[in-house]
């Protein structure tokens, strides 16, 4: 019997602690047929998941809230890609949490809310969102991610990492946060594939990329 399926009847609820333990141990039920890249990918996110906890327990010693903000692509987004074409907001994406489709490229939860959790903090407002929300939304951080981009321009039209800290940093010059905020706060990178993506597709026909 695989190991998950004495873990599930406890595990099966609205917990994103629980959801997240439940998928590890689903995960590890296959262990043995997954390549290599894939358990590296599944040992990180165990060690974010304990990592967060610990690190909030030593911000907590600073005044103020921790904060958390996040760069990167389709693994942190939480609903910055534009509406009008990115398949994340459209079903069957989100059926899980928050049941509809929110702009995370998941059928549920991503890194952003996983990492939100464990510190204790509300999932993050989209930085496309921020003139939508209350100031106190957003006051424990905010997500600046985009779902395709990379370090580098992509095959995405979306602001790659560069453009995302150029975000942030005018929202410091705005005085949305103070330099009090982040001595107490976290930032989250995530990057994947889209750069090495989009290099082979300009460049794939190279003898020099294909040797």
Same mark, same amino acid.
Request: contains cysteine; aromatic residues 16%.
């Given at each position: 019997?695989?190991?998950?399926?004495?873990?599930?009847?406890?595990?099966?609820?609205? !917990?994103?602690?629980?959801?997240?333990?439940?998928?590890? $141990?689903?995960? $590890?039920?296959?262990?043995?047929?997954?390549?290599?890249?894939?358990?590296?990918?599944?040992?990180? $996110? $165990?060690?974010?998941?304990?990592?967060?906890?610990?690190?909030?327990?030593?911000?907590?010693?600073?005044? =103020?809230?921790?904060?958390?903000?996040?760069? *990167?692509?389709? #693994?942190?987004?939480? *609903?910055?890609?534009? %509406?009008?074409?990115?398949?994340?907001? +459209?079903?069957? #994406?989100?059926?899980?949490?928050?049941? +509809?489709?929110?702009?995370?490229?998941?059928? *549920?939860?991503?890194?952003?809310? #996983?990492?939100?959790? !464990? /510190? *204790?903090?509300?999932?993050?407002?989209?930085?496309?969102?921020?003139?939508?929300?209350? +100031?106190?939304?957003?006051?424990?951080?905010?997500?600046?991610? #985009?779902? =395709?981009?990379?370090?580098?321009?992509?095959?995405? %039209?979306?602001?790659?990492?560069?453009? &995302?800290? !150029?975000?942030?940093?005018?929202?410091? &010059? &705005? %005085?949305?946060?103070? +330099? &009090?905020?982040?001595? !107490?706060?976290?930032?989250?990178?995530? /990057?994947?594939?889209?750069?090495?993506?989009?290099?082979?597709?300009?460049?794939?026909?190279?003898?020099?990329?294909?040797?």
């Amino acid at each position: 019997m695989p190991f998950w399926t004495f873990c599930a009847p406890n595990l099966i609820h609205n !917990s994103p602690g629980s959801l997240f333990f439940f998928q590890i $141990c689903l995960y $590890c039920s296959v262990l043995l047929t997954m390549d290599k890249q894939t358990i590296i990918f599944i040992s990180f $996110c $165990c060690f974010l998941f304990a990592e967060g906890g610990a690190r909030r327990t030593k911000l907590e010693g600073h005044s =103020g809230s921790v904060k958390l903000f996040v760069f *990167g692509d389709s #693994y942190a987004d939480t *609903g910055n890609s534009n %509406k009008s074409y990115a398949v994340s907001w +459209k079903q069957p #994406y989100g059926i899980t949490f928050p049941r +509809k489709p929110a702009g995370r490229f998941s059928d *549920g939860r991503v890194l952003t809310d #996983y990492l939100a959790w !464990s /510190l *204790g903090i509300r999932s993050l407002v989209p930085y496309t969102r921020r003139g939508d929300v209350e +100031k106190w939304e957003v006051q424990n951080g905010m997500n600046f991610a #985009y779902g =395709g981009t990379g370090v580098f321009n992509t095959l995405e %039209k979306a602001p790659n990492m560069s453009t &995302q800290i !150029s975000f942030f940093q005018q929202l410091l &010059q &705005q %005085k949305w946060y103070t +330099k &009090q905020d982040l001595n !107490s706060s976290i930032a989250l990178l995530s /990057l994947a594939g889209n750069d090495y993506g989009t290099f082979v597709v300009n460049h794939g026909n190279n003898p020099k990329v294909n040797g």
